[in-house]
Antibody, heavy 120, light 107 residues
Framework: QVTLKESGPVLVEPTETLTLTCTVS??????????VSWIRQPPGKALEWLAHIFSNDEKSCSTSLRSRLTISKDTSKSQVVLTMTNMDPVDTATYYCARKLKGEGGFDYWGQGTLVTVSS | DIQMTQSPSTLSASVGDRVTITCRASQSISSWLAWYQQKPGKAPKFLIYKASSLESGVPSRFSGSGSGTEFTLTISSLQPDDFATYYCQQYNSYPWAFGQGTKVEIK
């Protein structure tokens, strides 16, 4: 069955770089049309799309966060990695990874999410 | 960037009510719209894609409609399990974007 699981630090200090890993199973990141996004949700607030990567290495990311975000994948490890530089307390949120196939559908499978708190 | 605006922000309803949530895009997104349901402390659940196609396993009381810039999610007869927050999301063009959410609460 398809699963995604986020991992990374629960606490980061302001100005640090956050690195989150999404480990997937039940599908291959090398399969045509496969893609994974990172999405975050500050406490009590709405979902915010951050970045996406497809199997062919096509990437895109949020306009407002472009200078701080990098998304990459390691197909052999079934992992998608998000790095976000210069973390600030406003970046405190639950970070989700989610699968989206190229084409018609939306985010059909989601990880459980990981809460990242930015504080000194 | 395309902005997604949902209305209302909060909706109070009773079990058995017909409920409609609206999502508007700041420019045309054709039918490239998805809907999600989220309960507190949980990841969103995928409901509808391409504006009106029901994801497998989603109850038929959920339906979606619209194209261009205006879309609706309708729950034909609200059930206790449906009290949650609902989000629309456009995937017509990058950057993809979510609406701000509509919370459906018990009246």
């Amino acid at each position: 069955q398809v699963t995604l699981k986020e991992s990374g630090p629960v606490l980061v200090e302001p100005t640090e770089t956050l690195t989150l890993t999404c480990t997937v199973s039940g599908f291959s990141l090398s399969n045509t049309r496969m893609g994974v996004s990172w999405i975050r949700q500050p406490p009590g607030k709405a979902l915010e799309w951050l970045a996406h990567i497809f199997s062919n290495d096509e990437k895109s990311c949020s306009t407002s966060l472009r200078s701080r975000l990098t998304i990459s994948k390691d197909t052999s490890k079934s992992q998608v990695v998000l790095t976000m530089t210069n973390m600030d307390p406003v970046d405190t949120a639950t970070y989700y990874c989610a699968r989206k196939l190229k084409g018609e559908g939306g985010f059909d499978y989601w990880g459980q999410g990981t809460l990242v708190t930015v504080s000194s | 960037d395309i902005q997604m605006t949902q209305s209302p922000s909060t909706l109070s309803a009773s079990v058995g009510d017909r409920v409609t949530i609206t999502c508007r895009a700041s420019q045309s997104i054709s039918s490239w719209l998805a809907w999600y349901q989220q309960k507190p402390g949980k990841a969103p659940k995928f409901l509808i894609y391409k504006a009106s196609s029901l994801e497998s396993g989603v109850p038929s009381r959920f339906s979606g409609s619209g194209s261009g810039t205006e879309f609706t999610l309708t729950i034909s007869s609200l059930q206790p399990d449906d009290f949650a927050t609902y989000y629309c999301q456009q995937y017509n063009s990058y950057p993809w974007a979510f609406g701000q959410g509509t919370k459906v609460e018990i009246k």
